[in-house]
């Protein structure tokens, strides 16, 4: 299974993890600071939504396509005992 960053923090936390292999120690903590502070504003500008909220909408478009799938089945079924289309 793909390893999916479960929330809006957790892939701050790993853009900082990998921003902060590649910067020096050196760098302050208040540069560390701003470059967190300026990447959960992008994030949140982006409309992330977490693992969680994804797994739910897709089995809600599961469970309605499988409703408009039964009703589709269930006209064609109709339109040939009426013989609507012929």
Same mark, same amino acid.
């Given at each position: 299974m793909t390893d999916f960053p479960q929330s809006p923090a957790d892939i701050i936390e790993r853009i900082m993890q990998t921003a902060?292999?590649?910067v020096?120690?050196?760098l302050s903590s208040d540069?560390?600071?701003n470059v967190r502070a300026a990447? *959960?504003?992008v994030i949140? #500008?982006?409309d992330v939504v977490t693992r969680e909220e994804l #797994?739910? *909408?897709k089995a809600v478009l599961q469970k309605t396509r499988a409703k408009v799938d039964e009703m589709e089945s269930i006209i064609a079924d109709l339109e040939a005992r009426l013989d609507i289309n012929n």
């Open positions: 902060k292999a590649a020096p120690d050196s540069v560390r600071e990447l *959960q504003d949140a #500008d982006l #797994d739910v *909408q």
